[in-house]
């Protein structure tokens, strides 16, 4: 990429200025820096603001299931609770049916196919999650009270995880909606993934005379793990902090219920009913506190992933 | 800073506009009468609708000419902040139901009843003391499903406040507030969040403000009121509720219009209340936007009626007026004389 447009009809040696690669790794590295800054003053900032409440309430702010602000007593269990369940239920039916997709549209789906689904997947991915969220509450909640409700009560009712009233909001719903919302994300990325694996591999696969199937779960998806799972786990960031989405349909009741059909809540959506009129100092303290333990739980939950994806590796024999 | 200057420096011709903030449920006739003003006059009104709340922040902040809130503060709160306020609007909460069968106005639920249904006690429609009121009326045998607002709310506070003044295990339990640990039920985001749960949901009961009951032309029921008498939510209804409160011996104007004496007196009615500092800065622009409220008092009442609020009965617009006179100072002088 030398410019040749040089002005002296003579090549001339370029000369490497001798400050340009300490400047450019020192801004890079400012760079880097301020992540983990940024990172910091947001822990300080969000443990600052809930002093009052971490004071009043200690570590038993996590168990407590109380959430009266008129008594001025506060605890986080439902909400943490409901966030689990929630990003739960929508990686156990997004995680599986996108790798699916994505191992279809790479595979087997002729270009003709994969073209426009793969742009059809790439718009989904961009529509606003109010959208999800009012979508869900005017179209899917009557479906699932309807139809979907009353099937799981007939033939699952059994369980206390399928009991109660068929409202249609709820957890599961709040769930499913949040399936549908990560599920475009997820396939997006696991097919860029998937691209990627060098046809070589795959090619020897079928050398040795392996079926396309044993392929894909041998070769190809093994090679990827690691890109696969940093897309599940963008999709799982997505799920957890999802706010308008969830508030329009879980139902946004303080309580930990037996049944999916039960209302709940989730931390997200607890800090978007309530933050803009808490004006008790304490009630506004719990609500930073829930922002609080909200970063913490994602905290964790990256850790935990990249610990897992390090055993992958190593069980695996290779590393990409 | 500057901007004041420069504008007291062009004279009262280049007036500014001026500004507001606080609750939702007023909104839309504020934007109206700020509207009609502004091509009166020339003085606009700037709004920002962020909630109660919100609203008694920013005028203790002073970063706005006023705040707006659905609960009024009392008067040790109105001292402490160096505040003025009085009522603007009245409006009403309306409870409404999801019932086949089950026309508008044709379900009559007393407060005590009301209560016990918020509070999880009663559990399907059918239940002897609903069918007790309701002789007659064919009451499917569904489990009732309570609505209630997930978000902190003035119209939460009416209606809770309502519960708290009539039944006694609703005090004990829950209390009034904007937000309450609700022992039932579930939460809608807005006015608007309930109205959708409610139409949605069969067996279900929520609370809305009237208009958005009559916009979604949701199921209202008939309210056992003070005087023992089952009311339907009306402008009138809320109006009577009203009129029959004695404005002029409520200190600071702290008055709640819940459960008001009176034949005709809608229950769960409210006043919307505008704060305003006792002590203003400058003089000009304090009297331009008494000026303006004044004309929302005396001209805007169409406007009101159009967009289902109740505008201020006459009496209290006249107490409103003498609160002005004596409190609201500017430099030691009355701003309105």
């Known amino acids: 990429m030398t410019d040749r447009r040089a002005t002296a009809a003579t090549p001339e040696r370029r000369h490497p200025r001798p400050w340009g690669d300490p400047l450019f790794r020192s801004l890079a590295a400012a760079a880097a820096g301020f992540f983990l800054l940024l990172t910091g003053a947001i822990l300080l900032e969000l443990t600052r603001g809930s002093s009052l409440s971490l004071a009043k309430f200690g570590p038993s702010f996590l168990w407590s299931t109380a959430w009266n602000p008129v008594t001025g007593d506060f605890g986080a269990l439902s909400s943490i609770a409901g966030t689990l369940i929630s ?33 059809a997947i790439e718009l989904l991915a961009a529509v606003p999650s109010i959208i999800y969220g009012m979508w869900g509450l005017f179209v899917f909640a009557p479906l699932m009270s309807d139809h979907v409700q009353p099937f799981l009560s007939d033939h699952l009712g059994f369980l206390p995880l399928f009991q109660g009233p068929p409202m249609g909001i709820g957890m599961l719903t709040a769930g499913i909606i949040l399936a549908l919302m990560i599920l475009p994300f997820i396939t997006s990325v696991m097919r860029d993934v ?8 795959k090619e020897a696969g079928y050398g040795m005379g392996s079926t396309v199937w044993e392929v894909a779960r041998q070769v190809t998806v093994r090679y990827g793990a690691r890109g696969m799972a940093g897309a599940c786990l963008l999709g799982l960031g997505r799920a957890v902090g999802e706010t308008m989405a969830v508030t329009f349909v879980i139902g946004n009741n303080h309580r930990v219920g037996a ?35 909200l970063f913490l739980i994602t905290f964790a939950i990256q850790g935990l992933t990249h610990a897992w994806i390090r055993r992958l590796e190593r069980s695996a024999g290779r590393g990409q | 800073m500057c901007l004041t200057v420069a504008a007291a420096a062009a004279g009262v011709a280049a007036a500014a506009d001026l500004t507001g903030a606080g609750a939702t449920f007023p909104y839309p006739l504020y934007a109206q009468w700020a509207d009609s003003y ?22 203790k902040a002073q970063t706005v000419d006023f705040g707006a809130s659905d609960a009024p503060l009392t008067k040790a709160d109105l001292d402490a902040a160096g505040l003025v306020q009085f009522p603007m609007i009245v409006g009403g909460v309306v409870p409404v139901v999801n019932l086949e069968g089950i026309a508008p106005g ?39 499903t309570v609505v209630h607002r997930a978000d902190g709310s003035g119209t939460t506070w009416i209606f809770t406040n309502y519960l708290d003044k009539v039944s ?15 022992p039932a039920g579930v939460g809608g985001k807005g006015n ?52 029959g409160a004695d404005w002029s011996a409520a200190p600071g104007l702290y008055l709640v219009l819940t459960d008001q004496p009176g034949d005709a007196s809608w229950p769960i009615t409210g006043a919307s209340f505008v704060l305003i500092h006792r002590e203003q800065r400058d003089a000009s622009r304090a009297k331009s936007l008494l000026d303006f409220f004044a004309w929302c008092f005396a001209e805007g009442d169409a406007a009101a009626s159009n967009l289902d609020y109740v505008p201020m009965p006459d009496d209290v617009v006249a107490l409103v007026e003498t609160v002005w006179r004596s409190e609201v100072k500017s430099a030691g002088s009355a701003v309105w004389k």
Request: proline share 6%.
């Open chain 1, 87 to 119: 990003t739960a239920i929508a990686m156990a039916l997004a995680v599986p049916l996108s790798l699916i997709i994505a191992l279809f549209l790479v595979e087997l789906a002729p270009p003709a196919v994969s073209k426009p689904v793969g742009a």
């Open chain 1, 194 to 201: 998937l691209r990627m694996v060098p046809p070589v591999v």
């Open chain 1, 259 to 293: 049944s999916l059909f039960d209302a709940g809540n989730t931390i997200a959506s607890a800090l978007a009913n309530e933050f803009a009129e808490a004006a008790d100092p304490l009630y506004l303290s719990a609500l930073v506190e829930l922002g609080l333990v």
């Open chain 2, 38 to 59: 502004k091509k009166l006059t020339g003085v606009g009104l700037n709004y920002q609708s962020i909630g109660s709340g919100g609203g008694i922040a920013q005028i």
């Open chain 2, 106 to 144: 044709a379900l009559k639920l007393s407060a005590a009843l009301l209560a016990d249904i918020y509070l999880g006690g009663v559990k399907k429609w059918n239940d002897p003391a609903i069918a007790a009121l309701n002789p007659g009326l064919a009451l499917p045998a569904r489990d009732i």
């Open chain 2, 168 to 182: 006694p295990a609703w005090h004990g339990k829950v209390g009034c507030g904007k937000e309450v640990a609700w």
């Open chain 2, 192 to 243: 608007e969040g309930v109205a959708a749960y409610v139409q949605r949901i069969k067996g279900s009961v929520g609370y809305v403000e009237y208009a958005y009951a009559l916009q979604n032309k949701l199921t209202h029921i008939l309210l056992e009121n003070h005087a023992g008498k089952f009311v339907a939510p009306t402008q009138a209804s809320f109006q009577a509720a009203a009129a």
